[in-house]
């Protein structure tokens, strides 16, 4: 799916954008070579076609010169000490050299640049932009400072992933071409928005509004159900595998919820899946749907590690048969996410 939008950088004589205008609208291949020409009728916009972040992976791995693909280019089932890496995720790492490689360094051409920022944030919701920025900024200095990427296979002749990561930062861009899975495998994100041990209203925290939601959800279950939704310890971080069809979820079904608080779960779930694009929010929703939605899911609120002693629960966990999304808010946020239409699918995460 191809979304349009107008330049509002652009007038109606068709001046060149400049790579600051191609990552703000996105591009057609010309915009993308850095022209947009006229020929518009006096008053008219041209509306510019958004390509899809496949479509710029593509462009992207066909400008990589040799040495650039050796370093960051590999097979599609490459491993090293990691194990198969392009299935790996954790709450801080670097897939590839972030010092010498990062992609706001000069390892990449201007272009190059351009077009890896343009397929990290064409895989979020544009209102979330601004959001995800604050985050890398906190965390890392800002966008460009310190991600790496690496491309698995070869765009445009079957299987391919590309992969970003960095502090609290593990995005995939596969074009559906990994089997079974939303977001092309397991994902992170996170965020210490105040330092590394936050206050328990989470000031400045992106991600906090999620676990509000989560805790409105708390808030409306009666007493056995808070009971069973109420667990002492929590699972380590990278607890994340799936169980399968005979798994023992933590904490409340939510087959078991009322109408009304089954309204709100998928509230929570609607939140969850908010800061991403609309192919990957669909893509996660058909994988839940696979696997009996969100009735085949438990919720989990655990007691251990409650900022503030608030019982507002910064640590909880919806999971069913090949669904994980696990919020972990203390000392500050961080999440994992590993979501398939099939519990056969196998992780490689490290906490």
Not at 6 to 22: E, K, M
Not at 220 to 238: F, T, V, W
Not at 266 to 276: A, G, M, N, R, W
Not at 310 to 337: L, M
């Amino acid at each position: 799916m191809f979304l349009t939008s107008s330049c509002p950088d652009c007038d109606s004589s068709g001046r060149p954008l400049n790579r600051r205008d191609f990552v703000k609208v996105g591009a057609t291949s010309a915009v993308a070579a850095g022209v947009l020409t006229g020929g518009l009728a006096r008053g008219e916009e041209k509306p510019v076609s958004r390509p899809e972040p496949e479509t710029l992976v593509e462009k992207l791995y066909h400008s990589l010169n040799e040495t650039q693909r050796a370093r960051i280019c590999f097979p599609w089932d490459h491993t090293d000490d990691r194990g198969l890496l392009r299935t790996h995720v954790s709450n801080n790492w670097s897939i590839t050299d972030r010092d010498k490689l990062k992609v706001g360094g000069d390892f990449f051409t201007a272009d190059q640049r351009d077009m890896i920022e343009a397929i990290f944030f064409g895989l979020y919701n544009p209102e979330w932009h601004d959001r995800i920025r604050q985050q890398l900024k906190d965390d890392a200095g800002g966008y460009g400072k310190a991600q790496a990427i690496a491309i698995f296979g070869e765009p445009g002749k079957g299987k391919f992933e590309f992969v970003m990561t960095g502090r609290h930062l593990t995005i995939r861009c596969d074009g559906n071409t990994s089997d079974h899975v939303a977001f092309g495998g397991p994902i992170f994100y996170g965020h210490a928005a105040k330092g590394f041990n936050e206050e328990k209203t989470h000031p400045g925290n992106v991600f906090w509004p999620q676990a509000l939601k989560a805790n409105a959800l708390c808030n409306i279950l009666d007493g056995k159900q808070r009971e069973k939704a109420l667990i002492k310890d929590l699972p380590s971080e990278s607890e994340v595998p799936f169980q399968g069809e005979k798994g023992m979820f933590p904490g409340l079904p939510i087959g078991e919820m009322t109408a009304d608080q089954k309204t709100v779960a998928q509230d929570v779930l609607k939140s969850l899946i908010e800061p991403y694009r609309q192919s990957d929010k669909d893509e996660v929703v058909k994988c839940l749907e696979k696997q009996g939605g969100l009735d085949r899911c438990s919720l989990a609120f655990f007691q251990w590690e409650d900022v503030g002693e608030d019982q507002v629960w910064d640590n909880w966990r919806i999971e069913g048969p090949s669904f994980v999304w696990y919020f972990r808010g203390a000392p500050h946020v961080h999440v994992w996410v590993n979501v398939a239409d099939s519990p056969d699918v196998k992780l490689n995460a490290v906490g």
